[in-house]
């Protein structure tokens, strides 16, 4: 399971004040505690950009986000709007399975030290994965979200 980061925009017609904004993080802060999240910057003072973040666990993200922006409209009073979403990566495998399922894919993912101790990922794809999805970009995300060295084969 990845650990997403998902942004709400809690007051879009930008009409919360600072009491209610703070009234309103109270009642996130338990909310959140139930749904199992965690509050990123949780702030009482009225921020420029109403903009909650908060750290879920999930395999589901489009489950997620709604029900964080339903605890958001419950908490404020306000119509939030969905942001983005990203995730934290720890460089896990399961890190490099959300990336290539980011993509559509799925992979065999082996991880092995190189003889100074770090880390080579190798990923084996179908060859027809390669087809519809350029390597480099596959690739490249990996890199990212591993921070190590990636090495994609195919079957």
């Known amino acids: 399971m990845r650990t997403a980061v998902l942004r709400i925009d809690v007051d879009p017609a930008r009409e919360l004040t ?8 109270r009642a996130l802060r338990d909310d959140a505690a139930t749904f ?16 909650v973040q908060m750290l879920v666990e999930t395999g589901d993200a489009d489950t997620s ?11 404020f009073g306000t119509e939030p709007v969905a942001a983005a ?13 959300g990336v290539l399922a980011g993509f ?3 992979a065999e993912v ?7 101790g770090f880390d080579i990922v190798h990923i084996t794809l179908r060859s027809a994965d390669l087809e519809r999805v350029p390597e480099s ?4 995300a ?14």
Do not use: F, Q
């Open 36 to 51: 199992g999240a965690e509050i990123l910057g949780d702030n009482a003072a009225l921020p420029p950009r109403r903009e």
């Open 18 to 25: 600072e009491a209610r904004w703070a009234r309103g993080m």
């Open 104 to 106: 559509g894919l799925t």
């Open 137 to 140: 970009r596959i690739h490249t």
């Open 142 to 155: 990996l890199e990212a979200a591993l921070n190590c060295e990636v090495r994609i084969s195919t079957r």
């Open 110 to 116: 082996v991880r092995e030290a190189d003889a100074g």
């Open 65 to 75: 986000v709604r029900e964080v922006v339903r605890l958001c409209a419950k908490a």
């Open 85 to 97: 979403v990203t995730y934290v990566s720890r460089g896990t495998d399961d890190d490099a399975h």
